[in-house]
């Protein structure tokens, strides 16, 4: 979270006509560990927004992994990026949505009043400042909670697959289910793509109702085993080999091997990263990776997909925001649904169980 000595705010009065506080309630963790271990709420200053920032009062601000790993400090690797002793933001979390209360004085392009989603650092509080390049117009068809669960994990699955799925293309998605699937499924879709998921039993129907036209049980069938070739594989699991994955492929498919979900403590999924990155020296059947950063332009072009009704936010469970530590810890078990919400009050919608 950006902090600042708690001078008088540039704009006073929020949009719901009463004054800005000066403290708030927040997550805060002053060292690394288990969520429940490390995570605390407690009283903090407002802060102030500076240099084209506005301050948000936060409504909904959903978690991922990356969260995770600010948290836990794990992989150890991640900590030349998050903070080699601590942590560098007291306050974690990254995606939000909420409504602007007060601007900087300088030339922003928001205004008081204005609902937006976008992502920035302290998210896990009642208010936060953002740079208002970070920041979208919220769409009228998403409530708060949706709009928060768009940040990070819809800007990466556009990433992957814009420029690589073609109307027509036979495309696969390996962890269908989680926060990136659910939106890589949808966008693939909507790029015209005849897209199978990949998922745990329960989470079949789910995966279907997103537009994949084809889904399996990953626990009943091998997908690199079948008779079904692919133009473009997206594999968030790397549950198989990369060879074995890419034996999947058509003679010209690709496979984007998107980290995985587990490693060893000092470097975690590296591994997989490093080997992929090998690889695609020698095929062109294997993309290499790229480390992928949401940026507003993406933010508005999923923005338009969710407006036309190509793409809807997936949410897995929401909890509030004293519940932090217990939302972070289902992440931590590997399979969660969608997206995982911390509502922040009324407005945010209604609880998912």
């Known amino acids: 979270m950006t902090t600042h000595a708690p001078v008088p705010h540039p704009t006073t009065a929020s949009t719901a006509g009463t004054a800005i506080p000066s403290s708030m309630k927040a997550i805060v963790q002053d060292r690394y560990g288990s969520p429940e271990s490390v995570l605390k709420l407690e009283d903090v200053a407002v802060p102030v927004p500076h240099d084209g920032e506005v301050l948000i009062r936060v409504h909904a601000a959903s978690i991922h992994v990356g969260d995770l790993v600010a948290i836990e400090g794990e992989p150890l690797i991640a900590r030349a990026a998050v903070g080699l002793r601590k942590p560098k933001n007291r306050v974690p979390g990254t995606d939000v949505a909420g409504t602007v209360v007060a601007v900087d004085g300088g030339s922003t392009g928001l205004q008081v009043g204005d609902e937006v989603f976008g992502w920035c650092a302290g998210a896990f509080a009642e208010y936060v400042c953002a740079r208002a390049d970070h920041l979208v117009p919220k769409p009228s068809n998403l409530t708060f909670e949706q709009a928060a669960a768009v940040g990070v994990s819809a800007s990466a699955a556009l990433q992957l697959l814009r420029g690589r799925v073609r109307p027509g293309q036979k495309v696969l998605v390996n962890g269908a289910s989680g926060g990136l699937g659910s939106y890589a499924i949808q966008i693939a879709a909507a790029f015209g793509a005849e897209v199978t998921g990949v998922s745990s039993a329960c989470n079949l129907d789910t995966v279907r109702s997103l537009g994949a036209a084809h889904v399996i049980d990953y626990t009943m069938e091998d997908f690199t085993l079948?008779?079904?070739?692919?133009?473009?594989?997206?594999?968030?699991?790397?549950?198989?080999?990369?060879?074995?994955?890419?034996?999947?492929?058509?003679?010209?498919?690709?496979?984007?091997?998107?980290?995985?979900?587990?490693?060893?403590?000092?470097?975690?999924?590296?591994?997989?990263?490093?080997?992929?990155?090998?690889?695609?020296?020698?095929?062109?059947?294997?993309?290499?990776?790229?480390?992928?950063?949401?940026?507003?332009?993406?933010?508005?072009?999923?923005?338009?997909?969710?407006?036309?009704?190509?793409?809807?936010?997936?949410?897995?469970?929401?909890?509030?925001?004293?519940?932090?530590?217990?939302?972070?810890?289902?992440?931590?078990?590997?399979?969660?649904?969608?997206?995982?919400?911390?509502?922040?009050?009324?407005?945010?919608?209604?609880?998912?169980?």
Do not use: C
């Not at 994955?245 to 496979?255: M, S």
């Not at 095929?283 to 190509?310: H, N, V, W, Y």
């Open 226 to 353: 079948g008779k079904q070739r692919y133009d473009f594989i997206l594999d968030n699991v790397a549950n198989h080999s990369l060879s074995h994955t890419r034996r999947a492929l058509t003679p010209d498919g690709v496979l984007q091997s998107n980290n995985g979900t587990s490693g060893g403590r000092w470097f975690g999924t590296m591994g997989t990263v490093m080997k992929a990155a090998i690889v695609s020296r020698f095929t062109r059947r294997q993309s290499a990776p790229t480390i992928k950063f949401p940026r507003r332009e993406d933010l508005l072009a999923i923005a338009a997909l969710i407006e036309a009704g190509k793409v809807t936010p997936l949410i897995g469970r929401t909890y509030r925001l004293q519940e932090a530590a217990q939302a972070v810890s289902h992440i931590a078990g590997g399979h969660a649904r969608g997206t995982s919400v911390l509502t922040l009050d009324a407005r945010a919608g209604s609880r998912a169980g």
